[in-house]
């Protein structure tokens, strides 16, 4: 199962076809509704539709069980239940057997050597391909750059290229840094064994007290940092890996921090709109395959009460209906307090699935999770039709990168 060349422009296009091609009922250009085919002309659209991709007929074989298990990013101790994880073995092997997860998330604890990252994500992935329907996860780490956000880079394993903050490099307004970035950390992630990059950072930081952004943010100009995280991308997908903006929509003008409690972006609807989109177009146009979506609430905005990470308004109606991304879209983690302190981990879960996320990230407890998921897809709170729109963005976007068996 070897690696695929990563398309700059076709990935997100890819996979929002394959989406569309599975799900929809469309009719053909120049038909109209209602219309009734004669035996012919039904024979001859039968015989011109075309092959389902392996993506659709991998789709079609999956269990409920497998399908609910591929919409969770987790970390290799949520789902083995060690306290720390440094390898991949029978105990790997048997929960991937349970819980055949669409991902997995690595910190600095998970680094303890060069060989042994390596072979943990090698081993990883193996194993993915066996379990399950044999779909390899996304093998995901935050490297952002700089010194606050760069899990392999400050591990101190690696011979890698060490950057100043991404707010040095909006500084110096050349865009050809941010690319330079974009295919540094794409290049050494890629050859270690990483296929999911949680960066760049999207968010313009228009509140100076905003701690918890800071100098991970290109900037406050929004221009600026469009520019720059179009030349991230870019740059990442031609190294080889996914990157994943973030965190929509716009963390830079919150004061709080999410990984306590809720935050809020209290600009105007117009305000949002002029800056804090501007990044998220810019990566989109420029290919990016994700985006991650905050515990951000809008009240100016949405005004829905809701993190935009369970938020159908942020969710559907504007990131995929008015910005147009139709890639995959991944919530920040589950765990942290703006959402534990409010829902339960199936709860939680429910919401997000409901309001239009596609992958779950390290929910407060998989098992939980996992099974409130499954049941309200039994129940039909969550559609199959709903579950599939998700299943076949994530499938449609691994069989473009290899990572369908």
Do not use: W
Request: with cysteine; aromatic share 6%; charged share 20%.
């Amino acid at each position: 199962m070897a690696d695929q060349n990563v398309s700059r422009r076709g990935i997100l296009a890819a996979t929002g076809c394959a989406a569309a091609t599975l799900l929809s009922g469309c009719n053909h250009e120049g038909s109209e509704p209602g219309l009734q085919l004669g035996s012919s002309e039904l024979s001859d659209a039968q015989d011109n539709k075309p092959e389902p991709t392996f993506a659709e007929k991998k789709l079609s074989e999956m269990t409920m069980e497998q399908k609910v298990a591929q919409l969770f990013i987790v970390t290799p101790e949520s789902l083995t239940g060690v306290s720390v994880a440094t390898a991949a073995g029978d105990m790997t092997r048997a929960a991937l057997e349970t819980y055949p997860v669409g991902g997995l998330c690595y910190f600095g604890r998970n680094i303890t050597g060069n060989q042994q990252l390596r072979d943990m994500l090698a081993n990883t992935r193996e194993m993915g391909c066996v379990a399950g329907a044999g779909i390899a996860p996304f093998l995901t780490i935050d490297e952002e750059g700089g010194p606050l956000v760069a899990r392999v880079a400050n591990s101190g394993y690696f011979d890698v290229e060490h950057f100043s903050n991404m707010a040095d490099i909006g500084a110096s307004g050349d865009v050809t840094h941010a690319a330079y970035v974009g295919s540094s950390i794409g290049s050494y992630l890629h050859e270690i064994g990483f296929n999911v990059d949680f960066a760049p950072d999207a968010d313009v930081l228009t509140n100076p007290y905003n701690t918890v952004i800071g100098p991970r943010s290109f900037g406050s100009d929004p221009q600026l940092v469009a520019d720059m995280v179009a030349a991230e991308v870019d740059a990442m997908l031609d190294a080889g890996v996914l990157p994943c903006i973030k965190h929509f929509p716009g963390h830079g003008d919150t004061a709080g921090d999410s990984h306590t409690g809720a935050v809020y972006a209290e600009r105007s609807r117009a305000d949002i709109e002029a800056c804090e989109f501007l990044p998220f177009i810019s990566g989109i146009e420029a290919g990016c395959p994700l985006v991650m979506v905050g515990h951000i609430e809008t009240p100016n905005f949405a005004a829905d009460g809701l993190p935009a990470s369970l938020s159908k308004t942020m969710m559907t109606d504007v990131l995929r209906d008015q910005l147009g991304f139709g890639g995959v879209i991944v919530s920040d983690s589950f765990a942290m307090g703006a959402i534990t302190e409010n829902y339960t981990p199936a709860d939680a879960a429910v919401r997000y699935f409901q309001a239009g996320g596609d992958m779950l990230l390290m929910p407060e407890n998989l098992e939980e999770a996992y099974n409130g998921v499954l049941s309200a897809v039994q129940l039909g709170d969550i559609s199959s039709e709903r579950l599939d729109e998700s299943l076949a963005r994530i499938l449609a976007l691994k069989e473009q990168v290899g990572l369908l068996a």
